[in-house]
């Protein structure tokens, strides 16, 4: 109780002390940000400060909006920058961390290379260890979070250990480190603080206790009024509560702003769920679109994307295992080794889907959704003690595990 006290002090702390300000004037700020130095880079080809900033800029605001263009946009932006001024450590380093948000790991390896003493640096060694995890050499990860945060407690890397402990079986751990990590932030550090509280909100979320996650998403939301991010929060737990009307609403408005195709693709598993299909095609045709358009631009972020939807949204199971087996090869975690498995499910081949389901499972991963597709899978190897053990699992983990939930 008295830890709860303390805590709730600190959030009213940081938000008595909180500027005004929210996503929508912060999204105005750094277009014009953009827009200003993109005029002077213009007048000044030659300045790399410059240019530096401006990529560092487009990329902050990319991180914004969320929109894959502006992403492209940020790209383009770094190469013309190293094919006139050569591999700059800082250019190569923001390089690695968008090749890494668009999941193209092996890019993110080459552009550490590219610069000879980047690899040494705190940055990118924090950057190293987030590949480690998603390659799935999980202790690999844990060890080398644990040695950066020794030399330097930076609020991002401690969430980064938080997350490793909110994956593999240590939620309560997991919180008192995003707890720390929020109060290494400054009252400046809002959209930071918001996206830690969005952390403990899901975590809260994926285990079932959904008081305690409306408590962390509100917390987000006051801190950093105005998110889409905290909006699709908002929508998913109001589907989970069964307000289908408010989370259908917020969806739409989120889809507005964004057009972002997985968002679009909840809404059509909304109106899926609510035994509505008919008006859930024109989303799903909509998401489709825009997965397959990156993909035959060479894009590989939405791989994961397009597994899930042609294993559950829109049921072609060759489909769903074609882009399962991609995904998986780029980044064999237990993420997608679940994921691999199950779309070998839905196309008959359970042996062989018990395979990767074990390689998930051997990871330590505790995931309510993967406990449940382990038991479904058991069950239909006719392993019915495995299958009861898994589902018992599920349920331990989040009572609630089926319930309306969106794939991030």
Known sequence: MAGKMVETMATQSVLREAPTAGFNEELVRAE??????????????WDLQGRVRLAYRMFHRASLTGKLADLEQVEAAILQTIHQFGPKEDLCLLKANLDFRLHRLAGVRHDLEMAPLLPGRFDARVLQADLAFQEGQYEVAHLALQE???????????ARLAHWKSKLGEPAEADKLYEQAEEDLTAKQMLSY???????????FNHGRYPEA????RRAEAGYPGHWHTAEHFAELHAAEGNFDEAETILKQVIARTSKPEIQQALGELYVFTDRPEQAQPWFDSA?????????????????????????ARLEPAEALRWAEQDMKMRPNFSTQSTLAWALFRNGR????????GLALDSGVRDAVICSCASELFGAAGET?????????ALQTNPKHRNFRMHH
């Open 194 to 204: 918001a996206w830690l509280e969005l952390q403990r909100g899901m975590l809260d």
């Open 288 to 312: 489709l679109a825009t997965y397959l358009d990156s993909v035959r631009r060479g894009g590989v972020h939405y791989l994961h994307h397009l597994a899930d939807f042609y294993a559950d």
């Open 350 to 357: 359970v042996k062989e889907a018990l395979e990767y389901i």
């Open 385 to 393: 003690a495995r299958s009861v053990h898994f589902a018992e699992l």
């Open 148 to 158: 950066l945060i020794r030399e330097n407690p930076t609020w991002d890397t401690i």
């Open 32 to 45: 014009k940000e953009v827009a200003l130095l993109t005029s002077r880079c213009k007048d000044h080809p």
């Open 214 to 217: 409306w408590a962390h998403y």
